[in-house]
Nanobody, 124 residues
Framework: QVQLVESGGGLVQAGGSLRLSCAAS????????LGWFRQAPGKEREFVAA???????LYANSVKGRFTISRDNAKNTVYLQMNSLKPEDTAIYYC??????????????????WGQGTQVTVSS
């Protein structure tokens, strides 16, 4: 099992930037895929980005070119750099871990461990 703790959320104006962090513990960090999801009020949880141990990445179309996911295996931490933020990016952002697949899968049920979430609010 993997324990995940997110940080870095907050309030930012449209066009601004935030960097989210997710610290992992409990299993060899480099052996699993890490992803970010978000959930806005009244909406389903949606995939944002993920990164494999090989550093291959996958992004949702809605954030491609604005968000960057990266990982530091020495610090057991994954990051989500969010630039050019829009009000529609407002949501709770969750970090999640995925094991056992040869490719990145985007559905929440394919992720095995979750953090508690961190709020991101983008004002217009």
């Amino acid at each position: 099992q993997v324990q995940l703790v997110e940080s870095g959320g907050g309030l930012v104006q449209a066009g601004g930037s935030l960097r989210l962090s997710c610290a992992a513990s409990g299993r060899t960090f480099s052996s699993y895929t890490l992803g970010w999801f978000r959930q806005a009020p009244g909406k389903e949880r949606e995939f944002v980005a993920a990164i494999r141990w090989s550093d291959s990445t996958l992004y949702a179309n809605s954030v491609k070119g604005r968000f960057t996911i990266s990982r530091d295996n020495a610090k057991n931490t994954v990051y989500l750099q969010m630039n050019s933020l829009k009000p529609e990016d407002t949501a709770i952002y969750y970090c999640a871990a995925q094991f056992g697949f040869s490719v990145i899968r985007q559905t929440p049920t394919d992720f095995h461990s979750w953090g508690q979430g961190t709020q991101v609010t983008v004002s217009s």
